[in-house]
Each structure stands twice: as C-alpha cells, then as structure tokens.
C-alpha cells in the first residue's frame, strides 16, 4: 500500500515539475519581432497637403489612465457625455473588474478602451516596490504582458483595443547594456501608443507609436486654454492625460487628479462648433491621419507570433480572469456586510 502510495506521489512530484519547467520555457523563449504593419512612406515636410476635416483648425482628444474609479463614480465620463465628447480611457484591467457595466456603458456611448498593460511597470526609481519594474522586464515579459491585457479586456468589455498608452510614460525594458526600446512591439500590435509628456502632435510628421501628450491634471481650464490656443495656430492635435477626477485642483494619493470643473470647461469649449476644434478619440484621430498621409490601414494581429507563447498567454490570461472574479466576490460579499 504503501509503495502505491509513494508511485503516485512520485508521478503527481514530476508532473508538476515538468509543467513548470514547461511554463518557464514559454516565458522565456526568445522572441523575433519583426513588423507585419505596413511601414508609412517616406515622404518631405512640404509633401502633405494637411487639412482637419470640416476646416477645424486643430484636433483634441481627452484620455484618462488606469481605469480609476473616481473617472466614473466622480462624474468624468457623465461629463464628457454631456457634451459628446468621446474620449479614450486606457485601463488597467484590475481596476474595471467592479465597474464591468459602467465601462460596458461607456463604450456604448462611443468611448474608446485602450491597453495600458496588466502590471503598470515603472522604472524602480519610483520606488514602488509592489509592482514589477521596467528593469527586470525583458522584451518577451512586456509582449506577454500586453498581448494578455489585450486578451483580457476582449474577454471582460468586448472591444479588441487598438491603443495604447506606455505606463508612466517609459518604453524601455533591461538596464545597461540589455536596456531595450518596445516601442517596436507597440507598432507593431496597436494603431497608436501614447506618451505621458513631450507637447503636441505634429500631425505631417509624427511617429503614432510615440504620440506625444500633455498633463490635464491639476491644470486650470485658463492653463488648458493655452495649449489650446498654442495648438490652433500650429494646426496640431493635443492629447491630454488624466488620472482621479475631483471637485477643483485636488490632490489625491499619488497628485494624479483633474478637476471637474475644468474638464467641463473643456468639453463644452470644444463642442463649440465654432471653435474650430475636431475633439474625438485616439484611435478615430490617429485613423483620420495615416490616410491623409497615405499610409495603408491598421492590421490587427490577433495571434501570437509564436504558437508557445500563445499558449503561454492563453493560461495566464484565464488565471488573471480568475483572480479577477474571485476579487469581485469578494467585493460584492463586502458591500453586502456592510448593507450597501
């Protein structure tokens, strides 16, 4: 009895270790990415004929990060709907898990879902020692990451995004000598890929997986009102960035917070038909340009490059949903504890 009781402990012991084994080697299998996109043409400053439709003098789109609960519990999104604004909202898939239907609504009135990755990594200069960091990452480690919150949000909203939105800002992975740009994965899996700084866009020029932005909280409408004015005259689009959205300039935990006031402020300036201003999301903007530019459509890559690491996402992706649901449980059993 008891040898039979040792044999199958030995088998479930070498089961085990071979899955592992097996995880690892998908995780860490070298990665080629070479670019199935189509590549824009080359062309001069004063080849492009560049025109916003309906003669508006600039475009304008209005982006939150991290799916944070006070962009709909606070009013942002109901503000922006207000006016008809559609904005871009790049999320962090542990944060819509107990807001699934208000993010569902959102999109339905025609807000767009963008990736902004599973963990958030940061460089470890942030000092948050709770989340991974970009310098520990490898280029296999952030395209797993990405290509399963793309899977993830598909799973959970229904949207496949096609934007993205780099995690504070940063498109490196490694330290040193092995510090690596991802800014090619970024072309090569979504339209666009968002900065957290650097100005506007220059719609003849611009590089959509580097998009440029400015910071919307803890400004005025009269600070906002002067990139505003700054892009009309240039002709060029303005992305602006939010996070927590609260009553007046706030700060909230991390300083993060735009104010209501303001972001009304801006919504009904641009709805203003005669303000000359095209406000819509990224993707739509993003569209509009590479055809005025002459450059073929997105091609969605909906697969994996390689079937290993497909799988390897694949598993990892139904043990994020899960700990996803289990969090949402626990959730709703507290509120109900509470009475609420």
């Not at 009135?109 to 958030?120: L, S, Y």
């Amino acid at each position: 009895m008891k040898r039979k009781h040792y044999t199958w402990l030995s088998i479930t012991f070498n089961v085990i270790l071979i899955w592992i084994i097996f995880i690892f080697i998908l995780k860490y299998e070298v990665e080629e990415y070479v670019s199935e996109q189509f590549y824009p043409k080359e062309y001069e400053i004063d080849s492009v004929s560049f025109f916003w439709p309906e003669h508006k003098k600039m475009a304008l789109s209005i982006t939150f990060d991290d799916a944070r609960t006070s962009q709909i519990d606070s009013g942002g999104i109901a503000i922006m709907d207000k006016y008809h604004v559609k904005g871009t909202f790049y999320v962090s898939p542990e944060n819509i898990v107990n807001q699934i239907d208000e993010w569902k609504n959102a999109i339905k009135n025609g807000h767009e879902i963008g990736n902004h990755t599973t963990t958030h990594p940061c460089s470890i200069n942030f000092g948050w020692q709770n989340r991974k960091t970009l310098e520990n990452y490898s280029i296999t480690d952030i395209y797993n990451d990405i290509f399963t919150s793309n899977a993830i949000i598909k799973k959970m909203l229904g949207v496949q995004p096609v934007s993205f939105a780099y995690p504070c800002g940063q498109t490196f992975v490694g330290q040193g000598l092995e510090t690596k740009s991802y800014v090619p994965v970024i072309s090569e899996r979504f339209e666009s890929g968002r900065l957290y700084s650097g100005g506007t866009v220059n719609p003849v020029l611009c590089d959509m997986a580097q998009l440029p932005s400015e910071n919307l909280d803890n400004r005025s409408f009269d600070q906002i009102m002067e990139l505003i004015e700054n892009a009309k005259k240039t002709g060029k689009w303005l992305i602006l960035v939010g996070h927590d959205v609260g009553v007046g300039i706030t700060t909230g935990n991390d300083g993060l917070v735009s104010s209501k006031a303001t972001i009304e402020a801006i919504c009904e300036y641009a709805a203003d038909p005669s303000n000359g201003i095209w406000v819509d999301n990224v993707t739509n903007i993003t569209a509009y340009i590479k055809t005025k530019r002459g450059e073929k459509p997105f091609v969605h890559l909906s697969e994996y490059k390689k079937y290993s690491g497909s799988i390897y996402s694949k598993i990892w992706s139904i043990w994020y949903v899960w700990k996803l649901k289990l969090k949402h449980y626990k959730y709703v059993i507290t509120q109900k504890l509470h009475g609420k």
